[in-house]
C-alpha cells in the first residue's frame, strides 16, 4: 500500500509499506477520504509534541470501508461503509478518567501497548479498534465522515457550556472547528451565533453555510468593540476561542464575554498566550478548556456527532473546499498551512 511518511517539517514522502493486517478486536479499512486537522499542522511547522517520534504516520479524521475483520470482530462487516474514531483518544480504560468515561483527559491517552498511537488516515489501508467504528448511513458521504471528529470536539465544547435561545454566542475562527461549532450552536438552539475572522472570504462562507448569524471581520476594526456594540454593550454569553497557535485570542474572548459569563477555549496553543485575568476577574467568568471529546453523562460524543449529521442538523458540504490525491499530500500540506494564499478551509486528501 501507499501511505504518507512524516520525517519532520515539511519532509513528508509517499512511501510503498506492506498491507497491515488486523489483529484481534481490530477492522483492516480502506481509507477514502482523510481530513487534515489544524493539529496535523503543527509539527508541520515545528518540532513535533506529546511524545511523537519522527518518521511516523498521522491522519486521524478519516473514513472509508471494511476490508477485513481481527478476531472477534461481529458488530461489521466486509464492504461497509465506516466513520472512524481517532485513535490517539485511546485511554488505559482503568484511571479514574476513563472510568467515568473520560477517555479524552486520560495520562496515558493515546498509547496502547507502551506505544505512542496515531491513526493512519494518510494511507491506502489503516488498522483500525472496531471500538472506534461507526457504520455510516448512506446519506454521509465519506468526505462529510471525515468532519465528525470536528463536530464531536464541537459537541463537547457544548455539553461543557450549554446554550440555548437567549444566548448570544461568539466564535473566533473560522476553520473547521469554528464552521462546525456555529453550525452546532444553531442546531443545539442558540438565540444569536457571532462568528470572528480576519478574512472576508470563510465569513461569507460561514453564512452561506448556516455556521453564523452575524459576521465580524478584524480587518473592519476591533471586533470586541463591534461585538459590544452589536449586544447593546453586554457581550456573549459564552465565547468558543478556536484559533490556538500563537494566538492573543483568548484575551480577545475575555473582552467579548459578558459579566458572568463563559470562555471555551478548543484552539491548540503552541506557545504563552496571555489572559487578562483582573478583567476575568471583575466579569467572574467561567474559562474552560475542552480537549477532544468522549462521552458525555454515557453518550458517546461521537455518536451525538453522527446523528446530527444524519439527522441533517449540521452539513460539512459548505466549508470542505479543497481535494488532493494521496501523492500530492505535500501540496494538501501547503495549502492547509497558507489559508490565506490558498482559500482553502477543510482540505481532504484521498488515498
Known amino acids: 500500500m501507499k501511505a504518507a511518511i512524516f520525517y519532520g517539517g515539511h519532509d513528508i514522502r509517499v512511501e510503498e509499506l506492506p498491507d497491515p493486517e488486523p489483529g484481534p478486536g481490530e477492522i483492516l479499512v480502506r481509507v477514502r477520504s482523510a481530513g487534515i486537522c489544524g493539529s496535523d499542522l503543527h509539527p508541520y511547522r515545528s518540532p513535533p509534541v506529546g511524545g511523537i517520534r519522527e518518521p511516523h504516520q498521522r491522519g486521524h479524521e478519516l473514513a472509508g470501508d471494511v476490508v477485513a475483520l481481527g478476531e472477534g470482530v461481529e458488530d461489521v462487516s466486509a464492504g461497509q461503509r465506516i466513520g472512524i474514531e481517532a485513535e490517539h483518544l485511546l485511554g488505559c480504560g482503568v484511571c479514574r478518567a476513563c472510568r467515568h468515561g473520560q477517555n479524552h483527559i486520560c495520562a496515558q491517552r493515546g498509547f496502547r501497548g507502551g506505544e505512542r498511537q496515531e491513526s493512519h488516515g494518510f494511507s491506502q489501508l489503516d488498522v483500525c479498534l472496531a471500538s472506534n467504528c461507526h457504520v455510516l448511513p448512506e ?13 464531536a470536539c464541537g459537541v463537547h465544547a457544548l455539553n461543557r457550556n450549554p446554550v440555548g435561545p ?46 453564523a448569524d452575524v459576521v465580524l471581520a478584524i480587518s473592519d476594526g476591533d471586533p470586541v468593540e463591534a461585538l459590544l456594540e452589536a449586544t447593546g454593550g453586554h457581550g456573549a454569553d459564552v465565547v468558543f476561542e478556536t484559533v490556538g497557535g500563537r494566538a492573543s485570542t483568548i484575551d480577545q474572548a475575555v473582552g467579548m464575554a459578558r459579566y458572568g459569563g463563559a470562555v471555551s477555549v478548543l484552539g491548540v496553543f503552541t506557545g504563552s498566550s496571555s489572559v487578562d485575568v ?14 477532544s471529546y468522549s462521552s458525555w453523562e454515557g453518550v458517546s460524543e461521537y455518536q451525538t456527532a453522527l446523528r446530527l449529521l444524519s439527522s441533517g442538523w449540521v452539513d460539512p458540504s459548505g466549508f470542505i473546499t479543497t481535494h488532493y490525491p494521496l501523492d500530492s499530500i505535500g501540496e494538501a500540506f501547503a495549502a492547509a498551512d497558507d489559508k490565506r494564499n490558498s482559500g482553502a478551509i477543510k482540505v481532504i486528501v484521498h488515498p
Open 139 to 151: 446519506s454521509i458521504s465519506f468526505d462529510a465522515a471525515t468532519q465528525l471528529d470536528c463536530y
Open 166 to 211: 437567549d444566548s448570544t454566542v461568539v466564535v473566533i475562527g473560522t476553520g473547521a472547528i469554528g464552521m462546525t461549532l456555529g453550525q452546532l450552536a444553531r442546531a443545539y438552539g442558540a438565540g444569536q451565533v457571532v462568528m470572528v475572522g480576519t478574512r472576508p472570504e470563510p465569513l461569507t462562507i460561514a453564512m452561506e453555510a448556516n455556521a
Open 278 to 291: 483582573m478583567a476575568a476577574y471583575r466579569k467572574e467568568l467561567s474559562i474552560r478548556w475542552s480537549n
